[in-house]
C-alpha cells in the first residue's frame, strides 16, 4: 500500500528525514516509535504533503502511484490521512457541516444530509462523544481530549486506505485513550491500514501491532514486532540504539 | 460628465496627515436632475408598527459631525422619506423589511429615513439596496435611528449595488438609558462605496454593537467611517469589523471610539480583521479611541492577514482542495459578524454573496 524509499526531507536548513525506508502493507498496523525531536511528526507532515517540508530525496509510493510531489487534497482523496497533534481551529463552518464536505471531496458523491447526520451522530456516540459537538464550530473552544476524538471521528468519518495517526494520545487522560483507541480499533480492518506515531504506548495496549519501527535523528534504526514496545517500555530507546547517541532520553 | 457633486464626506473625526489620504473621500458622478423615486421598497404592512411617508414633526438636532456633509447632500436631493415607528412597548414579531431597488425607472436615490423605537419596544429593521447594473444608478441616504429608553432593536443595512454604481450612506443611532442597539452594515457592492455611522450612548447603562462586513473586490474602493461617542454611565459599545480585499480593491476604515467627560465606567472596543488576498488591495485602516473621561476601559485591535498556511494544509489534508479550502478559511473570517444576521435567509444571502466573490478571486 505504502511504500517510502530513501526519504530525505528538510524544513528550511534542516535535514530532518536522513535517509528512510518503509513498507506498509493492507491489513497492517505500524508503529513509530522515538525520542522528542526524532523526525517522527516530519515524516507523517511528509507523507501528507506538507508545504514547508521539502523532499530532497527519495520517494512516496501508495498504491502504485508515485506520491511525492502530489498535493495535499490528492493524497487525501487516494486515501491517506493523518491526525494533528494541534488540530486546527476554524470558526464557521460546524463539525458535521465540514465532515460532509470533506466526504464530499474525497468520495465524489454526493449523500443525503440526514443520513449523514444519522451516521455521525452513531459514530459520536461510539466516541463517547456529546453530539452537540456537531453543530459547534471546528474545534473551537474544544479542549484538548475533544479535538483528539475530533480527528478520530474524522477518521472514521472519512474512511481512508492509510491513516497516520501523530500523537493522537498526547494529552489525553485514561478514560480517553481507552476510548481513542477503541475508536482506532473500530476503524482498522483487512482492507485498510494505520501508521501510528507515538512516544508513549497508552494507546498500543488494546491495538494488534504488526511492526514496530524506532526512529533515531532522521532514520530508522531498528525494525521488530510488537515485543520491541516491551523493550521500549523496559529499557528506553538509547538501550536499542547503541551505536547512536540520544541526548535527553531517559 | 462626471462631477465631484458630494465635496468632501466622511471625515475622519480628528484629521491626520492629508498624505496618507484617509482623512476623507468623496464621489463623482454624472447626476441628473433628480426625480421623484417610485419603487415600493416596503411591501407589506406590519401590524403594530407605524409607517408614514414623511418626517417626523419634531425637529432633528445636529448630525454628528462625521456625518454631516453626508446629511446635507441626502436633504438637498431627497426624493423619499419614510418614518418607522415602533410604539411603546411594542414587541414586533418579524423584522420590518424594506428592499430599495434601483433600475432605468428609478435610477436615484436620495432616502431619508426615520426610525424611533420608543420605550421598551423591540424590534428588527432590515434595509436592503441594490441596483440594475444596465442602468446608471446613484444611491445616497441617511437613517436615523432613535432607541428610546429600554428598547432594543437591531438594524441590518445590505448594500448589493451594482459594480458600476456609486452608494453613499450614512446611519445616525442615539441611544437612551437602558436600550440596545445593534447595527450591522453589510457592504457588498458597488463601485465605490461610501459608509458612515455615528453611534451616541446618551443614557446611562445604554448598550450598543456596531458591526461591519465587508467584501471588496475587482477595481471596487470602499470607505467606512464608523463612529461611537459614550456620553451616559456604564454604557457599553464595540465596533467590529470583518472583511476581505481581493484584486485590485482598495478599503479604508476610520473607527472611533469617543469617551465624552462623564461617561465614567464606559467601556468599548474596536476591533478590525481583514484577510488580505490579493498583494494589489490596498488596506487603510485608522482607528481613533478618544477619551474624554479617565474613567474607561477602551481597547482596539487591528489584524491585516493572509491564508493560515496551517489552516489551509489541514483542511487539504480533509480532501478539500486548495480554492475550496481558502473559500472557507476566508468565510469563516466573517463567522462572528453572518452569525448576528437574522432571519437565517438573509444570512444566507450575504453568505452567497461573500461566496460569489470568493468564487472569482483570482
Not at chain 1, 147 to 173: C, V, Y
Not at chain 2, 122 to 143: E, K, W
Not at chain 2, 216 to 232: A, F, K, P, S, T
Not at chain 2, 300 to 313: N, R, V
Request: aromatic letters at 6%; charged letters at 25%; one cysteine or more.
Amino acid at each position: 500500500m505504502l511504500t517510502i524509499s530513501g526519504l530525505k526531507a528538510r524544513v528550511g536548513d534542516s535535514d530532518i528525514l536522513k535517509g528512510l525506508d518503509l513498507t506498509i502493507n493492507a491489513g497492517e498496523t505500524h508503529v513509530i516509535m522515538g525520542p522528542n525531536g526524532a523526525g517522527k511528526s516530519t515524516l507523517a507532515n511528509v507523507i501528507m504533503g506538507h508545504p514547508d517540508y521539502v523532499v530532497t530525496h527519495g520517494s512516496i509510493v501508495f498504491d502504485g502511484e508515485d506520491i511525492t510531489d502530489a498535493k495535499t487534497d490528492e493524497r487525501a482523496k487516494k486515501g491517506l490521512f493523518m491526525t494533528f497533534q494541534n488540530p486546527e481551529e476554524v470558526a464557521g463552518i460546524t463539525v458535521e457541516s465540514f465532515l460532509r464536505t470533506a466526504r464530499f471531496a474525497v468520495t465524489g458523491k454526493s449523500e443525503r444530509a440526514w443520513d449523514f447526520h444519522k451516521e455521525l451522530l452513531t459514530l459520536m456516540e461510539r466516541l463517547d462523544f456529546d453530539e452537540s459537538y456537531a453543530a459547534r464550530h471546528l474545534n473551537i473552544g474544544f479542549s484538548g481530549g475533544e479535538k483528539k476524538k475530533n480527528e478520530i471521528l474524522q477518521m472514521l468519518a472519512l474512511h481512508p486506505r492509510l491513516a497516520i495517526l501523530d500523537e493522537t494520545d498526547s494529552g489525553l487522560d485514561v478514560d480517553a485513550v481507552k476510548t481513542v483507541s477503541e475508536g482506532v480499533r473500530g476503524y482498522k480492518n483487512e482492507k485498510n491500514a494505520l501508521l501510528i506515531i507515538t512516544h508513549s504506548t497508552k494507546i498500543l495496549e488494546n491495538i494488534k501491532v504488526d511492526a514496530v519501527h524506532i526512529l533515531v535523528d532522521g532514520q530508522i534504526v531498528k525494525n521488530g514486532g510488537a515485543s520491541l514496545i516491551d523493550e521500549v517500555n523496559h529499557s528506553g530507546f538509547t538501550a536499542l540504539t547503541p551505536s547512536k547517541s540520544i541526548e535527553g532520553v531517559s | 460628465m462626471e462631477k465631484n457633486i458630494l465635496g468632501k464626506i466622511n471625515r475622519l473625526q480628528i484629521p491626520t496627515w492629508n498624505a496618507l489620504k484617509i482623512n476623507d473621500t468623496s464621489v463623482m458622478i454624472a447626476l441628473e436632475e433628480m426625480s421623484a423615486y417610485t419603487g415600493n421598497p416596503l411591501q407589506k404592512e406590519y401590524a403594530g408598527i407605524r409607517i408614514r411617508k414623511e418626517a417626523p414633526a419634531e425637529l432633528r438636532g445636529s448630525a454628528p459631525a462625521i456625518l454631516g456633509d453626508t446629511l446635507g447632500y441626502v436633504q438637498r436631493l431627497c426624493n423619499y422619506k419614510l418614518h418607522i415607528t415602533i410604539p411603546e412597548g411594542f414587541t414586533a414579531k418579524e423584522p420590518v423589511i424594506l428592499n430599495f431597488y434601483l433600475d432605468r425607472d428609478n435610477a436615484l436615490l436620495s432616502d431619508e429615513l426615520f426610525i424611533s423605537a420608543e420605550a421598551g419596544s423591540s424590534a428588527s429593521i432590515i434595509l436592503r439596496y441594490m441596483s440594475d447594473g444596465d442602468s446608471d444608478c446613484f444611491h445616497c441616504g441617511y437613517t436615523t435611528l432613535d432607541v428610546k429608553a429600554d428598547s432594543s432593536i437591531r438594524l441590518i443595512k445590505l448594500q448589493m449595488l451594482a459594480e458600476n454604481h456609486m452608494g453613499v450612506d450614512a446611519t445616525e443611532v442615539n441611544v437612551e438609558a437602558g436600550a440596545n442597539a445593534s447595527v450591522v452594515l453589510a457592504e457588498l457592492g458597488a463601485k465605490k462605496s461610501v459608509s458612515g455611522c455615528s453611534v451616541q450612548l446618551a443614557g446611562n447603562s445604554a448598550d450598543a454593537d456596531l458591526d461591519g462586513v465587508y467584501i471588496v473586490n475587482h477595481e471596487r474602493e470602499l470607505d467606512m467611517n464608523y463612529r461611537i461617542e459614550y456620553r451616559g454611565e456604564n454604557t457599553q459599545g464595540n465596533i467590529s469589523l470583518r472583511g476581505a480585499l481581493l484584486d485590485n480593491a482598495r478599503k479604508t476604515a476610520k473607527s472611533t471610539l469617543d469617551f465624552i467627560s462623564g461617561a465614567a465606567g464606559a467601556k468599548g472596543r474596536e476591533e478590525e480583521s481583514v484577510l488580505a488576498l490579493s498583494p494589489e488591495a490596498v488596506n487603510l485602516s485608522a482607528p481613533l479611541l478618544l477619551c474624554g473621561e479617565d474613567n474607561v476601559d477602551g481597547q482596539h485591535a487591528t489584524t491585516t492577514g493572509k491564508i493560515d498556511e496551517e489552516k489551509l494544509f489541514y483542511l487539504m489534508s480533509r480532501g478539500i482542495d486548495e480554492k475550496e479550502a481558502r473559500k472557507l478559511i476566508a468565510l469563516a473570517s466573517f463567522s462572528s459578524v453572518l452569525e448576528k444576521i437574522e432571519p437565517e435567509n438573509l444570512r444566507e444571502e450575504i453568505t452567497a454573496s461573500i461566496q460569489e466573490a470568493l468564487n472569482n478571486a483570482d
